[in-house]
């Protein structure tokens, strides 16, 4: 059975870092395009960041530039966001998943692909 497992999620106050890992079991992530994803209490789940399969090309939405870095371990079937300088409106349920898709094209999906169940990330002080 395919899945995909988050973990690494935690209270952190503002200005720290977290790094998020998800591990992939029941497919090989080599083949798949890898991103993570946010949902806020009371808004739509949004695409943040997500690195490609083939090369490596990766997206980040204007939120998250220059703080978050995705990477992926395709040895290991795992990606990771290390996320540096956190804000109070980074507090989300933060979800990975991952397609056969362009990074943007993944950034931008609704369903499909496999997803991790979430994991929490609260930033106060």
Do not use: H
Request: charged share 20%; hydrophobic share 35%; proline share 2%.
């Amino acid at each position: 059975q395919e899945q995909f497992v988050e973990s690494g999620g935690g209270l952190v106050q503002p200005g720290g870092s977290l790094r998020l890992s998800c591990a992939a079991s029941g497919f090989r992530l080599a083949y798949f395009s890898v991103g993570w994803f946010r949902q806020a209490p009371g808004k739509e789940r949004e695409g943040i960041s997500c690195i490609n399969a083939s090369d490596g090309a990766t997206y980040y939405a204007d939120a998250v530039k220059g703080r978050f870095t995705i990477s992926r371990d395709d040895a290991k079937g795992t990606a990771y966001l290390e996320m540096n300088n956190l804000k109070p409106d980074d507090t989300a349920v933060y979800f990975c998943a991952a397609a056969t898709r362009s990074v943007r094209a993944l950034c931008a999906m609704k369903s499909g692909g496999y997803w991790g169940q979430g994991t929490q990330v609260t930033v106060s002080s």
